[in-house]
T-cell receptor
Framework: KAGVTQTPRYLIKTRGQQVTLSCSPI?????VSWYQQTPGQGLQFLFE???????NKGNFPGRFSGRQFSNSRSEMNVSTLELGDSALYLC???????????FGPGTRLTVL | AQSVTQLGSHVSVSEGALVLLRCNYS??????LFWYVQYPNQGLQLLLK??????LVKGINGFEAEFKKSETSFHLTKPSAHMSDAAEYFC????????????FGKGTHLIIQP
């Protein structure tokens, strides 16, 4: 079974731009979560989607948003990029809320 | 709210020696506890997960962890370190099983000395 895939793997943007990251979960998984990883703040939970609905949300500003499609694929969007948004963005999928999460390789976003 | 504290941002052991990575948690309800490993330029891989079924949890690659409620600890151990164990290790806690949002510790970088 194919694992969680994330595209693109690397991205360079400038301040003020917006960016969209994509995540394809493991086949059959309905829950998709997003995390931000930075050297200073570590791993932080952004949000979780299940059946196209956001069920859980971390403590991030409204510039961070996401959505999930009917095939469970998910996208996250960051608008008005700031230098501090430079990070590794990880996507994880699971069958449901109490099941093991499997992580993708991440998208490395650099904001200049 | 829950939190995780990992003692020691860097731990160095000799190849063949015991690996002990410490994790203490705080949770207002019975927690789900996890250990993940991250190799350079990769995502996170689950080592093991505690779900209250058994206090001693065995994971992949010879790792295990013991849940001690009285000490609010979930330390990770491996009897004999291998060079391939060098990586970043994260302890995490959740309330409902993970997809409700994992709260991670800051991580411990494990160094294996030849």
């Amino acid at each position: 079974k194919a694992g969680v895939t994330q595209t693109p793997r690397y991205l360079i943007k400038t301040r003020g731009q917006q960016v969209t990251l994509s995540c394809s979960p493991i086949s059959g998984h309905r829950s998709v979560s997003w995390y931000q990883q930075t050297p200073g703040q570590g791993l932080q939970f952004l949000f979780e989607y299940f059946s196209e609905t956001q069920r859980n949300k971390g403590n991030f500003p409204g510039r961070f948003s996401g959505r999930q499609f009917s095939n469970s694929r998910s996208e996250m969007n960051v608008s008005t990029l700031e230098l501090g948004d430079s990070a590794l963005y990880l996507c994880a999928s699971s069958f449901d809320i109490s099941d093991t999460q499997y992580f993708g390789p991440g998208t490395r976003l650099t904001v200049l | 709210a829950q939190s995780v504290t990992q003692l020691g941002s860097h731990v160095s052991v000799s190849e063949g020696a015991l690996v002990l990575l410490r994790c203490n948690y705080s949770s207002s309800v019975p927690p789900y506890l996890f250990w993940y490993v991250q190799y350079p330029n990769q995502g996170l891989q689950l080592l093991l997960k505690y779900t209250s079924a058994a206090t001693l949890v065995k994971g992949i690659n010879g790792f295990e962890a013991e849940f001690k409620k009285s000490e609010t600890s979930f330390h990770l151990t491996k009897p004999s370190a291998h060079m391939s164990d060098a990586a970043e290790y994260f302890c995490a806690v959740s309330v409902k099983g993970g997809a409700d949002g994992l709260t991670f510790g800051k991580g411990t970088h494990l160094i294996i000395q030849p």
